[in-house]
């Protein structure tokens, strides 16, 4: 019988362990973490640290996010998240914990909601759109600090900018 597991989070780490906060004895091994009855998460961990591919659920069970993480537990590649019923909602790129790349966001019918860009953690730039495709609004970034902003119609028309 495997031991009972719980998960807390330190700063942005969730640390998975046996015993008590008191006296907390970091797991290392193949983790199924449960919230009351139902699956919450499941992976592997070093030291309490979850590593390599993991998957946390909803409560009915379906698939919420699937992140793989390096070996000081930060997210490194794709994460991705999953609403209720199944849809991808949002895939985000990660370098050593840090948003790098692109980062998508999708509506409930699987339309694209949203485009934002990093390097190495600072945003460049953020797009988002209407429920029809239509380019709603560009964010420009600076040194991760606001730079613009132009605002569109649903039809295409340009509304304002900043």
């Not at 998460?41 to 998957?55: Q, S």
């Not at 909601?113 to 600076?142: I, T």
């Not at 649903?154 to 900043?162: A, M, Y």
Request: glycine share 12%; with cysteine.
């Amino acid at each position: 019988m495997s031991p009972k597991l719980k998960w807390t989070i330190k700063g942005r780490l969730e640390i998975v362990y046996t015993g008590t906060l008191k006296s907390m004895e970091r797991y290392t091994g193949y983790a199924r973490l449960f919230h009351g009855d139902n699956l919450y998460g499941e992976g592997e961990c070093i030291d309490g640290v979850k590593v390599g591919p993991w998957k946390h659920y909803h409560a009915d069970g379906q698939l919420m996010q699937e992140c793989t993480y390096n070996s000081k537990g930060k997210e490194e590649g794709v994460c991705r998240h999953y609403q209720a019923n199944g849809q991808l909602s949002s895939e985000e790129w990660f370098l050593s914990g840090k948003l790098d790349g692109e980062c998508r966001t999708w509506y409930e019918d699987g339309a694209l909601s949203s485009l934002c860009q990093h390097d190495n953690g600072k945003r460049l730039e953020s797009r988002e759109y209407y429920p029809n495709g239509a380019l709603r609004m560009v964010m420009q970034f600076e040194n991760d600090k606001f730079k613009s902003e132009t605002w569109y119609r649903e039809d295409g028309s340009l509304w304002r900018q900043t």
